[in-house]
């Protein structure tokens, strides 16, 4: 599901009538995309970046070369209470327990006292907590996984990261940006009384797919958070009742250059970004076995898609939750069990962006 098609209903009042939106400013969150923005580019265009990748690459490719590893990263700031300060970022994770952090690295799919009991009792938490978590149809990688096997020094090696990162980098351009998310957050602002939420949550996000389980009627308080660093697909985060959108404050900052271009900078960049992930999803002979089973049953099930290709409901279930991120298949209950079918939209419109990007 694209933004563009599903903003007709993503309105305040249909999520909650006493939904809250703020326009907000977070030095983390720009520091977190700044980091991933760090090793994407490999520090090009900045010379301070530059140098600070050549000498941490190794670290930054251990916790910043998967992307939804580094996205999970950055999750850590939500439930903090205070100021987004990275002084108080340190505090706030020097009070999380061990399994408190590490429900938010993995994905957020168990909650923290379910890892804890698997860590206090499994013989093999790691292979448990995976299992647990593709039970759920969820998404867990190998840099997790060791990272709870090497907890204690993982953790100190990512918080040294990040202080080296802070102390030796960032402070400096946070002083230099903090005017630059005011001016932004200010048009941002004028833009939501002028033209509406929706139109404008459109305009931030065209061309990005949002989950289908979020926005829902528990949503209480959404904000907007400017960044100069912002990538592809780091631009959402949901929880506790929240969602917050880190946007890309460079559509505020020149008022020289046309909207209209803008929009369809984006709409390119990010047609092309989705092209990439279908792409992927579609690169493994499993997943192609997985929809032409479901193009030939259209009331296909999980468990009998295991029993025609002879692999496990586990390895199934994690070949589906690609396809669904990508909107490639659409699940549904009928009778009590989940059955899929072929997102005929999402790939038309997959070809005509091929036709549309490479063959005019």
């Known amino acids: 599901m694209k933004v563009s098609d599903f903003m007709a209903v993503f309105t305040i009042a249909t999520i909650n009538s006493n939904c809250t939106v703020e326009c907000k400013i977070s030095p983390l969150f720009e520091m977190m995309a700044c980091l991933r923005s760090c090793y994407l580019n490999k520090g090009d265009n900045d010379e301070d970046l530059k140098t600070f990748y050549k000498k941490n690459y190794k670290t930054l490719s251990k916790f910043y070369g998967n992307f939804e590893y580094g996205a999970q990263l950055a999750e850590c700031i939500l439930g903090m209470k205070e100021d987004h300060t990275f002084p108080n970022f340190i505090k706030h994770l020097n009070n999380l327990e061990k399994e408190e952090f590490l429900y938010y690295l993995l994905g957020r799919y168990i909650e923290a006292f379910e890892i804890k009991n698997i860590l206090e009792n499994s013989n093999s938490?790691?292979?448990?907590?995976?299992?647990?978590?593709?039970?759920?149809?969820?998404?867990?990688?190998?840099?997790?996984?060791?990272?709870?096997?090497?907890?204690?020094?993982?953790?100190?090696?990512?918080?040294?990261?990040?202080?080296?990162?802070?102390?030796?980098?960032?402070?400096?351009?946070?002083?230099?940006?903090?005017?630059?998310?005011?001016?932004?957050?200010?048009?941002?602002?004028?833009?939501?009384?002028?033209?509406?939420?929706?139109?404008?949550?459109?305009?931030?996000?065209?061309?990005?797919?949002?989950?289908?389980?979020?926005?829902?009627?528990?949503?209480?308080?959404?904000?907007f958070y400017p960044s100069l660093y912002v990538s592809p697909k780091f631009i959402v985060i949901w929880g506790l009742g929240e969602l917050n959108i880190v946007y890309d404050a460079s559509i505020y900052l020149s008022k020289e250059i046309n909207n209209e271009l803008i929009k369809q900078k984006l709409e390119e960049e990010k047609s092309l970004e989705s092209l990439s992930e279908i792409g992927k999803s579609l690169s493994e002979l499993g997943r192609l076995k997985i929809l032409s089973l479901i193009s030939s049953n259209s009331k296909i099930k999980s468990q009998e898609i295991a029993n025609e290709l002879n692999i496990t409901t586990a390895t199934v279930s994690r070949h589906l939750s690609l396809l669904k991120q990508n909107n490639l298949v659409i699940e549904r209950k009928e009778n009590g069990f989940n059955i899929y079918t072929i997102n005929q939209t999402e790939f038309d419109n997959y070809f005509n962006n091929i036709k549309k990007y490479f063959f005019n």
């Open 125 to 223: 938490p790691r292979e448990e907590i995976k299992n647990r978590i593709e039970q759920l149809n969820g998404i867990i990688n190998e840099e997790q996984l060791e990272f709870i096997e090497s907890f204690n020094s993982y953790y100190n090696e990512l918080i040294q990261l990040w202080t080296d990162f802070y102390e030796n980098l960032f402070k400096r351009k946070e002083l230099d940006l903090e005017d630059k998310w005011e001016q932004s957050n200010n048009s941002l602002d004028v833009d939501l009384l002028s033209n509406g939420f929706d139109k404008v949550v459109s305009k931030l996000l065209t061309g990005y797919e949002i989950p289908e389980q979020f926005p829902t009627r528990e949503t209480k308080l959404i904000r």
